[in-house]
């Protein structure tokens, strides 16, 4: 009966969802958008109880993220809610932090208003799991939504799907040892829970984002997503959604699946930036400033305000947004080392942010030595050079730009950039200093629309291809890594992902090439199997097993075989075959050697 009851209901608040999308027009989508296209940059806070245990638990440390505690402790339910007796944030200044969102240049902030635990940083007339339990009895989501009005910051709010605590939520977890209900669970009963919940914070708090999460267990389907999504489109039509309101999402790389229904408005990527741009698709990488969401004591592997800052740059580069986590204290205060973090961040944009907000994803797939991105302007564009490796010889290649660049200068300077037009593509040519040790910034105005031509790689003068990977194309999730100990394709956790190189070969090839190979692996993970290829037949590939090095950022140089190279081949290709580990490598660079014996080829 009560399956029968939720499927009317979903058909009901199916068919007005369906009527707004097909009256949404492509411009009226854009129009609702724009704010958020624009903005670029947002903060997101993990706040709740789990705070008051900060990663603790009787004492000893549990492993994992801070807001994750009362999981992955299996700590019971009517021992966890006495965390809400201790949570007493008598040093909470929403106006402060409203505040230091709008120095740091955020133009947007998401809290949480439920996490999984299902804790409610309101007062929730659908029970009493929430800030009425604790000893200050406030509502603390309503005086920041007034501070980030007071402060010029968007506000939105975050609202957890699963909900380990309520009575009706399935799967039951086996810690909880709260009563369960007379007559038996009854998901349908969680389902009109949630949907009262998400009306109320609507009503009370008009977000202008919504974030759902927590979709991904088995009970919530595609229909509860498109019911949900209509709910919430019903009650502020001009809301935005992420896409975990639904099943769309692929993974942690958050981006919505073919064909899917209930997909929001934007895609999620959690912790990584997308390898390439994402022409066409809405997307927001959300990030922690350190290794947790909620707070924990212990963490203190902070990210340098020089990543973060770059790492804005380049989501910014591929078209999306920067979502960057704090995680107050029970007291409620925002760590120190976030506080520092988003005033560095702040500082830099307050000077560069012409080259972030508003602004579009750049012709460029990729500069060996920093980020582009661009906006229109009435003669062409203008590009935005953002500079994280200053060249000794004071040359930036602008690799396969066809178009002319007009004049450039170092933004937040007078200081002229001297520009070469004469090569097969553009120079600025630089000298000095950076005048930011965080990121320089080159503005320079473009004729016509910027197009940049595919590069292909091409062997060195004795013949040897050496590609690195700062070079390479991804496909699939693995992506490259800066910095010490790194240069490399990192994250390679899906044996399906593939990096390879275009090439083109000007002159003769030699028959045959011997295949080297640097790269590192950790002592946990060992063993996968990988091929390098190059066109399809079996003699030019090669096939090898992944060592242990010593650790990730240990590399060493391998021959792993032989080659023959076969005719006309337009690419280099370094394949994963099986991981029976946690990744495949790290993998810095390839070089294809001819052998020297072939008299012909000599």
């Known amino acids: 009966m009560g399956r029968t009851l939720f499927v009317l209901l979903a058909a009901m608040l199916l068919a007005p969802l369906a009527a707004a999308q097909q009256a949404e027009t492509s411009a009226q989508r854009d129009a609702r958008m724009k704010w958020w296209r624009e903005a670029r940059f947002g903060l997101f806070i993990h706040w709740g109880v789990y705070a008051v245990a900060a990663g603790e638990w009787e004492g000893k440390r549990v492993p994992g993220v801070g807001e994750w505690i009362m999981e992955t402790g299996r700590i019971p339910a009517s021992r966890y809610a006495a965390l809400a007796e201790q949570f007493a944030p008598t040093r909470y200044n929403p106006d402060a932090w409203a505040k230091l969102a709008a120095e740091a240049g955020c133009k947007y902030m998401v809290i949480t208003s439920k996490h999984h635990d299902g804790f409610c940083l309101w007062d929730t007339r659908q029970g009493d799991w929430d800030v009425s339990r604790t000893p200050l009895k406030r509502d603390l989501l ?3 939504k007034d501070a980030c009005d007071k402060h010029g910051v968007k506000f939105g709010l975050y609202h957890s799907i699963m909900d380990w605590t309520h009575p009706h939520y399935l799967p039951r977890r086996a810690w909880n040892d709260l009563p369960a209900p007379e007559g038996g669970q009854k998901f349908d009963d969680f ?5 009262a919940q998400v009306e109320e914070i609507i009503r009370n708090y008009d977000p202008a984002v919504l974030w759902f999460d927590g979709e991904w267990e088995s009970t919530w389907t595609t229909e509860h997503g498109v019911a949900l999504e209509s709910l919430v489109r019903r009650l502020k039509p001009s809301i935005i959604v992420n896409n975990r309101v639904g099943k769309a999402r692929g993974g942690m790389a958050g981006l919505s699946k073919p064909g899917e229904r209930a997909v929001g408005d934007f895609g999620t990527p959690e912790q990584e930036v997308p390898g390439r741009g994402l022409p066409g698709i809405d997307w927001e990488t959300c990030m922690t400033m350190n290794d947790t969401w909620g707070f924990v004591r212990a963490d203190t592997n902070w990210k340098s305000s020089t990543t973060l800052i770059r790492t804005l740059i380049d ?5 999306g947004n920067f979502l960057l986590n704090v995680g107050p204290t029970a007291e409620g205060e925002i760590p120190q080392a976030s506080i520092d973090r988003l005033r560095d961040m702040g500082a830099w944009l307050k000077v560069h942010g012409e080259s972030i907000y508003g602004t579009h994803a750049g012709p460029f797939h990729k500069l060996a030595w920093g980020r582009c991105t661009q906006r229109p302007n009435p003669n062409g564009a203008t590009l935005y050079f953002h500079i994280f490796n200053w060249p000794a010889d004071g040359r930036l290649e602008l690799t396969g730009l066809e178009a002319t660049i007009r004049r450039a200068r170092i933004l937040g300077t007078d200081a002229p950039v001297a520009i070469d037009n004469a090569g097969s593509w553009p120079v600025l040519r630089i000298s000095g200093s950076p005048s930011n040790p965080h990121a320089t910034v080159i ?9 940049v031509a595919p590069i292909r790689f091409k062997p060195d003068a004795d013949g040897t291809f050496a590609l690195h990977a700062r070079d390479a194309e991804v496909v699939g999730h693995a992506r490259y890594e800066e910095g010490p100990n790194r240069d490399c394709i990192g994250f390679w956790t899906n044996a399906d992902d593939t990096v390879f190189w275009p090439i083109e070969m000007p002159g003769r090839a030699a028959p045959k090439y011997t295949v080297e190979i640097t790269y590192a692996c950790d002592p946990s993970t ?10 399809e037949g079996p003699r030019s590939r090669v096939q090898a097993v992944v060592q242990d090095t010593g650790g990730w950022g240990n590399f060493i140089a391998a021959n792993i075989g032989t080659i023959e190279w076969p005719r006309n081949p337009e690419r280099i290709t370094v394949r994963a075959i099986t991981k029976p580990g946690n990744a495949v490598m790290n993998l ?4 294809l050697v001819p052998l020297r014996d072939d008299k012909e080829f000599r």
């Not at 389902?191 to 949907?195: E, I, M, N, P």
């Not at 989501?315 to 078209?319: E, N, R, Y």
């Not at 503005?443 to 197009?451: E, F, K, N, S, Y």
């Open 443 to 451: 503005i320079a105005d473009c004729l016509g629309q910027p197009r």
């Open 526 to 535: 060992p063993g996968s199997t990988f091929a390098v290829e190059v066109g």
């Open 315 to 319: 989501v910014a580069s591929k078209g």
């Open 142 to 144: 309503r005086p920041l």
């Open 191 to 195: 389902v009109r829970y949630l949907h």
């Open 588 to 591: 810095r660079s390839i070089r």
